[in-house]
């Protein structure tokens, strides 16, 4: 099949997903805008976009003996724990266990996601949660992602619910699909037990292609039932908590990845305070919950800020 044939039969399969209007604007917007460095998204920089900046990056942790250290840390993934209470949450889901993965960057180094792979089969969940950026490069193929996606998808138990961040490609919805991982582009399921329910929402990326819509994906659910949230990136919690979610989780920062000792991040690469960076907050009558992600971006390098894989259990207190 010619590789324009190929788009044409993902471009169907994406009209029939989510609809004609949001179908050509998550593909116009990817196909017609190169990554910009600066300019577009919520904030001005895009670091991960220009390709040279990594180059300097490494060379410069090298020049100062931090390089082999980082890249040590960066494959010692750890697995958190994170206790949500909500005190209206439904009996029926009393100790929900949420396996939340996000920022695997899974195409960087075969290393992190050997380990990733380890790490979930030492742990016990009743839902699988991804919060994007499962590949490195933010442009071009999606062929190995998805091959080392497709590795990880084996060691996971469904459910499995997605959302994409600002490295992925609508693209890769029909092959995560095939998988059994249910993307959420602004959509909402309904995760029912013993006549007992709960609304889990995804939006598509706010960060830099901006084509998020929290309304569409909150309109399904009724008023006063326990709704969680997934969004690649942090940054619009506002929007999120005055629409009614209880529990945001989401990741894109890192942590910082490259932080001063005490874990104070440098930089976050997102237009957010730096509450909502990382680890478990609050915001209004909101929990969030910003992971460190299990990958790198830019640097295969992390220093003060360990990667992670975190399990939230959901409880009445």
């Not at 300097?56 to 090298?62: A, D, G, K």
């Not at 598509?204 to 709704?227: C, G, L, Q, Y």
């Not at 908590?241 to 104070?264: E, K, R, S």
């Amino acid at each position: 099949m010619k590789p324009d044939d190929a788009d044409a039969l993902i471009q169907d399969k994406l009209v029939t997903r989510l609809g004609d209007c949001h179908a050509r604007q998550r593909w116009g917007i990817e196909t017609t805008a190169e990554p910009r460095v600066f300019g577009g998204g919520l904030n001005f920089f895009h670091p991960e976009n220009w390709y040279s900046f990594h180059s300097i990056i490494r060379y410069c942790l090298m020049a100062s003996g931090f390089y082999w250290r980082g890249r040590h840390n960066a494959r010692n993934i750890r697995i958190e724990q994170n206790s949500i209470v909500l005190p209206h949450l439904p009996h029926a889901f009393e100790g929900l266990r949420l396996l939340h993965i996000s920022d695997l960057h899974i195409d960087m180094d075969p290393v992190i996601s050997d380990d990733v792979i380890r790490k979930v089969q030492q742990v016990e969940y009743d839902i699988c949660v991804m919060t994007g950026d499962y590949r490195a490069r933010t442009f071009g193929g999606i062929q190995d992602t998805m091959k080392a996606l497709g590795q990880l998808r084996e060691k996971l138990n469904p459910p499995i619910y997605a959302v994409l961040g600002n490295h992925d490609s609508v693209r890769m919805v029909p092959g995560m699909e095939q998988m059994d991982i249910r993307v959420l582009l602004n959509e909402t399921v309904v995760i029912e037990k013993h006549d007992s329910r709960i609304y889990l929402a995804g939006i598509d990326d706010a960060h830099f292609f901006r084509v998020d819509n929290i309304e569409k994906a909150a309109e399904s659910i009724p008023p006063n039932e326990t709704s969680i949230l997934l969004s690649h990136t942090p940054e619009i919690y506002r929007q999120a908590a005055h629409a009614g979610f209880d529990v945001m989780l989401c990741g894109h920062t890192h942590g910082g990845q490259i932080c001063l000792p005490g874990g104070i991040p440098l930089t976050l690469d997102a237009n957010c305070p730096r509450f909502v960076g990382r680890g478990p907050w609050r915001y209004c009558a909101m929990h969030g919950y910003t992971t460190r992600g299990a990958g790198t971006s830019i640097v295969n390098v992390r220093l003060n800020c360990p990667p992670e894989i975190t399990i939230h259990s959901l409880t009445k207190g």
